[in-house]
């Protein structure tokens, strides 16, 4: 018994360790530099500097050259966006000049005390890998313990763990690496680089959380919290990059995500207004239609360089020629470094116009990629979206409809700050989107905020926190529940009756058509608990709309957009809009801080039906046009006991009318 007990014993101390070592099943590369790039890759970084990027290296010269003199300590974030410029240049001309200076920004951190803060643990660990042979053993066993000491109370902050919207978990997360790996196998202190490494390991690649949320939710490459300003995957690529470089794994290559970002940003890239910049369609929180930004550009740049994608390549590239891209001048570093100019640029011109992004619940529709100022293209983006989160908007079976450059149909509102008047009585709600609000008068749901008649606020509250939450049904608010694609045709219905309070709403379901390229024919079923609560159904523009019996027409430059109600058969369509109420709720304008730029729109139609009822079905057909087409092609209801429908263009499209399937049904038309 005892020799079995022993065996047993010693089989048991070799699975622990095996388990215990399981947790840090990956290997960092020994020397420096290997933070985003490796000992070796040095060389030809001197020869970029020297050729395709000299421009960009010495304009970051200069610009360390001409800080070099600034009174010290700088402010946390220019310490570290110093520490990576001055760092650099050092790595690439060999001058000391910038090395020491590097090393005075360094040491003034540590004397004020501030080796606690997100900067340090940044910019610290780049000047520590990258200035590593300039440094003697004794500074670097200082420097060192000043990151571990940081990284310790990184730790210990618990801020890392913080999983209150998505894109602040996935931000904070990389803090744990850039310390962890720049001192890890150095002999200063070994454990806590180890720890750093691990927690961010376990976070990324355990199916604790991080990794989960990414599957669950973007693992087609959409995100749902703004279009680039607030995605998640800018900041998650940073952590990708440093452990790519640093460690013998690929997170690219064990995490799909990253493979369909680029094509995600090309459908929701609009296309170049006038007077330069890109459109997109500003989701959530977004502070503008601009579809581009610096921190983008180099991310797609990564992805290029990553999976060879020259769809990536292509669109970084249309980013910097429409002006969108600029990158900071001490940051041009991560261009150089980034950027694999052997990797040729692709056009999206393969691509399918249409395309169901199924991980946040986001179709878009469009015509083409002509992505020019000169573009004509129809681009439309039909949401609803699965759950709330910080950032998202009450938004489900909202349309926004463009030609060109030219917004028709708009996301109204501007983002002034996430807990402004405007943002929470307007911008965030369902008021300021294209869909259908339902009026309770003693709805509580929204207080202290306005009563908008439409869906619960998913800016406050909740969320989901862990793996495996995304799946329960309680975080649903809305559901793209079907998806169809044609040579002629698209087809999409999203299910957003768990976007509204259940005490107002029994069901809410949008079907649109986009008969391509110009039409778009939208069905949507309103079932309200009492026939008392009115329902309006909403389409916001730039300008103000000119009505005409059924119809309303939208113009905005070189286009115009004609929007005509066929059910109700009986309706009103008013116009809420113009200088003070552009933003109005209820009687009472929510104007943002500081003025809103155009694109956030000063008009809207509400369509009201003017019979009571519990029930009511909203058939809409939509028009793009040039601006000087003088009106819509001629459309007629038809329908009959089950289907409803209409024929346009000599092309007909017909529902049932329950949105329950059929196996037949008859109509004359």
């Excluded at 947790?23 to 590369?29: E, G, H, P, S």
Aim: proline letters at 4%; aromatic letters at 12%.
């Amino acid at each position: 018994m005892r020799r079995n007990l022993h065996v047993i014993l010693l089989v048991f101390a070799a699975l622990s360790m095996l388990f215990a070592t399981g947790a840090r099943a990956y290997d960092v590369v020994s020397g420096h530099p290997r933070l985003f790039f490796r000992a070796a890759d040095v060389p030809a970084l001197r020869a970029k500097c020297s050729g395709a990027f000299a421009q960009d290296y010495n304009e970051m010269r200069s610009y360390c050259d001409s800080h070099m003199g600034d009174s010290l300590p700088l402010s946390s974030y220019e310490a570290e966006w110093h520490l990576g410029a001055y760092s650099f240049v050092w790595l690439i001309s060999q001058n000391t000049t910038y090395a020491a200076r590097a090393k005075a920004i360094a040491q003034s951190v540590l004397s004020s005390g501030n080796t606690d803060s997100e900067s340090w643990l940044r910019g610290g660990a780049l000047f520590f890998d990258w200035c590593y042979d300039y440094l003697s053993p004794t500074e670097r066993q200082s420097f060192g313990q000043a990151l571990a000491s940081g990284g310790d109370s990184y730790i210990d902050s618990q801020n890392w763990s913080m999983i209150s919207c998505f894109h602040g978990h996935f931000s904070r997360l990389r803090n744990l690496i850039y310390p962890g790996l720049a001192i890890y196998g150095e002999g200063i202190s070994d454990a806590k680089a180890r720890e750093l490494c691990d927690l961010w390991r376990e976070q990324t690649y355990g199916a604790d959380r991080i990794l989960c949320c990414m599957d669950e939710l973007a693992w087609d490459g959409s995100w749902f919290q703004g279009e680039y300003s607030y995605s998640g995957y800018l900041y998650q690529s940073r952590g990708f990059e440093l452990w790519a470089t640093a460690t013998n794994e690929n997170p690219y290559e064990d995490c799909d995500n990253y493979k369909h970002l680029a094509e995600y940003y090309l459908y929701e890239t609009g296309a170049e207004k006038s007077g330069g910049g890109l459109l997109g369609s500003k989701q959530g929180d977004t502070h503008s239609h601009g579809a581009a930004a610096g921190s983008f550009r180099l991310t797609l740049l990564k992805l290029a360089k990553r999976y060879r994608d020259g769809r990536a390549q292509w669109l970084a590239q249309e980013i910097d020629q429409v002006g969108e891209g600029y990158v900071n001048t001490f940051e041009r570093w991560r261009l150089i470094v980034f950027t694999d100019l052997s990797v040729a640029a692709v056009p999206p011109t393969d691509m399918p116009d249409s395309w169901f992004f199924q991980g946040v619940g986001t179709v878009y529709m469009r015509s083409g990629f002509d992505l020019s100022e000169s573009s004509d293209d129809v681009y439309a983006v039909f949401r609803c979206e699965r759950f709330p989160d910080l950032h998202t908007h009450a938004h489900q079976n909202h349309l926004l409809v463009a030609r060109g450059g030219d917004l028709l149909a708009v996301d109204s509102g501007a983002y002034d700050q996430s807990n402004s008047s405007h943002h929470d009585n307007y911008f965030a709600r369902t008021i300021a989107h294209n869909t259908i609000t339902v009026y309770d008068p003693s709805e509580n749901t929204f207080d202290p905020f306005a009563n908008d008649g439409g869906q619960r606020r998913p800016s406050h509250g909740t969320y989901p926190r862990n793996c495996g939450d995304l799946s329960e049904p309680q975080w649903d608010r809305g559901r793209m529940v079907a998806f169809e694609d044609s040579e002629t045709f698209t087809y999409a219905k999203g299910d957003a009756t768990a976007a509204y309070s259940p005490d107002k709403l029994d069901y809410f379901t949008r079907e649109v058509v986009y008969l391509k390229p110009d039409v778009f024919v939208i069905l949507d079923r309103v079932g309200a608990t009492s026939s008392s609560f009115e329902k309006r159904w909403l389409l916001h523009s730039i300008n103000q709309p000119e009505v005409s019996g059924s119809t309303a027409v939208f113009q905005e430059g070189d286009s115009k957009l004609f929007a005509q109600t066929l059910l109700p058969a009986e309706h009103s369509i008013d116009t809420v809009g113009g200088p003070g109420r552009e933003f109005e709720v209820n009687g009472v304008n929510y104007p943002p801080n500081g003025g809103a730029p155009e694109d956030a729109g000063s008009w809207r139609i509400e369509v009201t039906p003017e019979n009571d009822g519990r029930e009511h079905l909203f058939l809409h057909v939509l028009y793009v046009a040039d601006a000087s087409v003088s009106s819509m092609p001629e459309t007629k209801l038809v329908e009959s006991e089950d289907v409803v429908g209409v024929e346009v263009n000599g092309r007909v499209v017909m529902f049932t009318r329950t949105g329950i399937a059929i196996d037949s049904a008859s109509y004359d038309y």
